[in-house]
């Protein structure tokens, strides 16, 4: 007699026997039969022996049918052992649609902001590329399929999410979603009613981390929603120049031109372009400034005037190095704190 001869209730009952769940998937996967009769076996044991674990690199590699059969088997959707995040974070970290469909039909519950993450307090890296709740990672990875899912099954597109790591930082989708550069959901974002205006990582607002990051579709697309998202003096303006994004730069200048006339732009761009070394910032926002008219007015001793100075001097500008010593600017002083790391374009 051979062992597929044998009775249903004697074969369960052998694997029963077997040491662990890999011994198991072996036997069951030596015929269909075996596998039809043992499968569901298989993931009870994970679901009582490995902590539904089987669930958790289901939801990681995107494996729905993998994901089924263990919730079949008793798994809590919510099962979590080896990875830090629950199986509904780690699909929408990875973009699993279909984890993420199954994981909702499962009672998860996609709108609340805590208990996605389990890190050991020591452990937290609160610099980690992904944090937050199911809407911010999908957002934050741009996974626009899961965000308008989540969407549609109750979650809040503005949902809030606070570090827990002492810092109280905040932050939500259309933030992430920006600093990331992932324009189609920072559009549904704000079509479905998340507000333009809130901070962003970089700066006074989310156009400073799309100009940060070198986005310029989105920050023309933030521009022309909003003209006045922010106002000069921008902090988008220096984020784009310590970059070194030269469009990025124009389009905000030409922005500005059209939308705020007579503009003193603030001199923190060049700094901020001149630390970096972009020489092609620097000598664009040069044409735009009056640095000429910087020299004559104020009080020479202030720190526009010593954060002029340098630049000067870094840049061989001797006309303004000249006005400034005729205006009686000193040439020993000890820099201004916001240039203390300040260098020569000259360096290597």
């Given at each position: 007699m051979s062992l597929l001869d044998l009775p249903s209730e004697l074969i369960v009952a052998i694997s029963h026997l077997l040491d662990d769940e890999y011994c198991i998937n072996s036997f069951l996967q030596t015929c269909k039969r075996l596998f039809l009769l043992l499968n569901h076996s298989l993931y009870e044991h994970?679901?009582?022996?490995?902590?539904?674990?089987?669930?958790?690199w289901a939801a990681k590699n995107g494996y729905e049918a993998t994901a089924r059969f263990?919730?079949?088997?008793?798994?809590?959707?919510?099962?979590?052992?080896?990875e830090n995040w629950l199986p509904m974070a780690l699909a929408c970290i990875h973009g699993h649609a279909d984890v993420v469909k199954l994981l909702l039909a499962n009672g998860v519950d996609p709108d609340t902001s805590e208990?996605?993450?389990?890190?050991?307090?020591?452990?937290?890296?609160p610099e980690g590329d992904d944090d937050g709740c199911p809407m911010i990672l999908a957002a934050g990875n741009g996974h626009e399929s899961i965000v308008k899912l989540l969407v549609s099954h109750g979650a809040s597109p503005d949902i809030r999410f606070v570090r827990a790591n002492g810092s109280r930082e905040e932050f939500r989708a259309l933030?992430?979603?920006?600093?990331?550069?992932?324009?189609?959901?920072?559009k549904y974002l704000l079509q479905v009613g998340?507000?333009?205006?809130?901070?962003?990582?970089?700066?006074d607002s989310i156009l400073s981390d799309a100009a940060k990051g070198g986005y310029v579709a989105l920050v023309q697309f933030l521009l022309q929603v909003k003209p006045d998202i922010e106002s000069p003096p921008s902090t988008a303006l220096s984020c784009a120049a310590?970059?070194?994004?030269?469009e990025?730069?124009?389009?905000?200048?030409n922005h500005w031109a059209i939308h705020t006339p007579l503009i003193d732009i603030p001199i923190y761009p060049i700094i901020a372009a001149t630390r970096s070394r972009h020489k092609a910032v620097v000598m664009r926002l040069q044409r735009s400034m009056n640095l000429e008219g910087l020299v004559s007015s104020g009080d020479i001793d202030d720190n526009i005037h010593k954060h002029l100075f340098l630049l000067s001097a870094s840049w061989g500008w001797e006309h303004l190095i000249q006005k400034l010593?005729?205006?009686?600017?000193?040439?020993?002083?000890e820099p201004p704190q916001s240039i203390c790391q300040f260098r020569s374009h000259q360096k290597k």
């Open positions: 994970n679901v009582r022996f490995s902590h539904a674990c089987a669930l958790e263990a919730l079949q088997a008793g798994a809590s959707p919510n099962a979590r052992f080896y208990g996605w993450c389990h890190l050991d307090e020591l452990a937290y890296e933030n992430v979603a920006a600093e990331r550069g992932h324009l189609s959901i920072v998340c507000d333009i205006n809130i901070p962003g990582w970089a700066g310590a970059e070194g994004h030269l990025i730069v124009d389009i905000i200048l010593l005729d205006r009686g600017c000193p040439i020993r002083f």
